[in-house]
């Protein structure tokens, strides 16, 4: 009897060792900030366990196995994080704070009104060689070209003063330079600056690993649907530009644990008239993209997205104008007909795009991403023909 209780005793007091959890623990936060990083997304590679940071930054992953990894930290706005690790049975190792870093160059309120902070008119075609917004919403490590691009803005600064043409710009690994006008259009993107705002960017020739890049430079934009954080973001402004108010919503599931990712996000700008008289705003946007991870080395991505836009725009004048309307906003573009205000000059314009893309990863450092993708470039304006006379 007394030989019974003392296995019995001996049982209970070993179970709890088996009971034990391995695995890994921590807290993300901003590398400049300090603050907490949540919805991240933090994975084991080797074995394809993954959680998500809570509010306050922190996870812990308990069912792993014992031995060597790579955890792996992805989080929306920041360079992707990876720490080896060396797992021991019955221990969760606590790694204290990640510290990543941010992949853009502006403060959170800067990039989120980056896409109203600029006149729309020089971000159309008539924007001639105005260099690559990615001087602002790129990341790099380059002092003097964070410091220069951000206080001169992208109108107003260009790398070494070359032509934008110069600056290669790349969605998911494939070059989007216009192959007529040689350079990349960022108005096609419809103003949805948070659909677009994970780009990775380097200097003049600098290595890249999704391009050869160029002089200017080079700049690739990520919308892999399993690299958003999982949530959703909406705002409503109002400005007095050239459109005066934005609504714009976003949705992201997150990678799930069958495989799947999808991002949705949607923007409407509309003026009736913009503070020049005779302009008018109207443009919609939308974006979409779906991911499928089959393994940790297998993924298949598709993303989509068009903005059609129509605007009303105004044109200089002679000074003589100015003096006698007594108004420095003049615009000889538009008058009464029948009754109503017209407008003689109104840009349309549509740029319908599909990107697919195939990752593979065959073995550890190596990946190849294999990419197609579609575009319709559509542009046109109207103008008066002065009834085939020379315009006054």
Same mark, same amino acid.
């Given at each position: 009897?007394?030989?019974?209780?003392?296995?019995?005793?001996?049982?209970?007091?070993?179970?709890?060792?088996?009971?034990?959890?391995? *695995?890994?623990? *921590?807290? /993300?936060?901003?590398?400049?900030?300090?603050?907490?990083?949540?919805?991240?997304? /933090?994975?084991?590679?080797?074995?394809?366990? &993954?959680?998500?940071?809570?509010?306050?930054?922190?996870?812990?992953?308990?069912? @792993?196995?014992?031995?060597?990894?790579?955890?792996?930290?992805?989080?929306? +706005?920041?360079?992707?994080?990876?720490?080896?690790?060396?797992?021991?049975? +019955?221990?969760?190792?606590?790694?204290?704070?990640?510290?990543?870093l941010s992949s853009n160059l502006n403060n959170v309120f800067y990039e989120d009104q980056n896409d109203m902070f600029f006149d729309q008119a020089l971000l159309e075609d008539e924007e001639g060689s105005a260099q690559s917004i990615a001087a602002l919403t790129g990341a790099s490590d380059d002092v003097y070209y964070n410091a220069a691009s951000y206080n001169f803005q992208p109108m107003r600064f260009r790398v070494r003063g070359y032509d934008s043409k110069f600056t290669e710009t790349y969605v998911n690994g494939i070059n989007f330079n216009d192959l007529a006008r040689g350079r990349f259009n960022y108005s096609t993107l419809g103003g949805m600056s948070r659909a677009f705002r994970d780009k990775t960017t380097s200097l003049g020739l600098g290595a890249a690993n999704f391009g050869f890049g160029n002089i200017g430079g080079a700049t690739d934009i990520n919308t892999r649907a399993a690299? &958003?954080?999982?949530?959703?973001?909406?705002?409503?402004?109002?400005?007095?530009?050239?459109?005066?108010?934005?609504?714009?919503?976003? $949705?992201?599931t997150g990678l799930n644990k069958n495989g799947w990712a999808f991002t949705i996000s949607a923007i409407e700008r509309y003026a009736k008239e913009g503070v020049i008289e005779g302009t008018f705003y109207n443009s919609f946007g939308l974006f979409a993209s779906l991911e499928k991870v089959f393994n940790e080395k297998h993924s298949l991505n598709l993303t989509v997205w068009g903005a059609p836009t129509q605007r009303a725009t105004n044109s200089a004048t002679y000074e003589e104008a100015y003096s006698l309307t007594d108004?420095?906003?003049?615009?000889?573009?538009? *008058?009464?007909?029948?009754?109503?205000?017209?407008?003689?000059?109104?840009?349309?314009?549509?740029?319908?795009? @599909?990107?697919?893309?195939?990752?593979?990863?065959?073995?550890?450092?190596?990946?190849?991403?294999? +990419?197609?993708?579609?575009? @319709?470039?559509? &542009?046109?304006?109207?103008?008066?023909?002065? $009834?085939?006379?020379?315009?006054?």
């Open positions: 009897m007394r030989l019974k209780l003392f296995l019995l005793l001996l049982m209970a007091a070993t179970l709890p060792s088996f009971a034990q959890s391995t *695995g890994v623990a *921590g807290t /993300v936060v901003d590398n400049n900030t300090g603050a907490p990083v949540a919805g991240a997304n /933090v994975m084991l590679d080797k074995q394809g366990i &993954y959680v998500t940071t809570g509010p306050s930054g922190d996870f812990s992953i308990s069912n @792993a196995k014992p031995g060597e990894d790579l955890l792996v930290i992805v989080a929306y +706005g920041y360079n992707d994080l990876t720490v080896d690790i060396d797992m021991t049975r +019955g221990k969760i190792i606590d790694l204290g704070d990640l510290k990543m690299h &958003y954080a999982p949530g959703f973001n909406g705002s409503v402004a109002y400005t007095n530009s050239n459109y005066m108010l934005r609504a714009m919503a976003m $949705y992201s108004n420095n906003l003049y615009n000889p573009n538009w *008058g009464w007909q029948d009754g109503k205000k017209r407008s003689a000059k109104i840009v349309e314009t549509f740029d319908p795009t @599909a990107v697919l893309n195939w990752i593979w990863k065959p073995d550890k450092g190596t990946t190849l991403n294999t +990419g197609a993708a579609f575009r @319709a470039v559509n &542009y046109s304006t109207s103008a008066l023909n002065w $009834y085939n006379a020379a315009d006054p």
